[in-house]
Nanobody, 113 residues
Framework: QVQLVESGGGLVQAGGSLRLSCAAS????????MGWFRQAPGKERQAVAA?????GTYYADAVKGRFTISRDNTKNTLQMYSLKPEDTAVYYC?????????WGQGTQVTVSS
């Protein structure tokens, strides 16, 4: 059974940094795409960043130049710099393998102004 465990959320002042990690277990992830989504109160869940099994990356326009995603076969990391209050949300780790999406439980990121 696939399990995704997130860590690294918290409270930070605007301009600060946080690093989110997602540890994956339960199967082989060498061909999995990994990423992060976020959901702010009253808003839909939206993609933040993703990295394919071959290393290709995607970033939402709102985070380009500030966030960096990296991975190995059992973990992916989202390094967040220059955080803004509008980055406040619950961040969810996502892994897609063989057409199936798996989700972490979510970790809260709060950026104070």
């Amino acid at each position: 059974q696939v399990q995704l465990v997130e860590s690294g959320g918290g409270l930070v002042q605007a301009g600060g940094s946080l690093r989110l990690s997602c540890a994956a277990s339960g199967r082989t992830f060498s061909r999995a795409d990994m990423g992060w989504f976020r959901q702010a109160p009253g808003k839909e869940r939206q993609a933040v960043a993703a990295i394919s099994w071959s290393g290709g990356t995607y970033y939402a326009d709102a985070v380009k130049g500030r966030f960096t995603i990296s991975r190995d076969n059992t973990k992916n990391t989202l390094q967040m710099y220059s955080l803004k209050p509008e980055d406040t949300a619950v961040y969810y780790c996502n892994v897609r393998v063989s057409g199936t999406d798996y989700w972490g439980q979510g970790t809260q990121v709060t950026v104070s102004s």
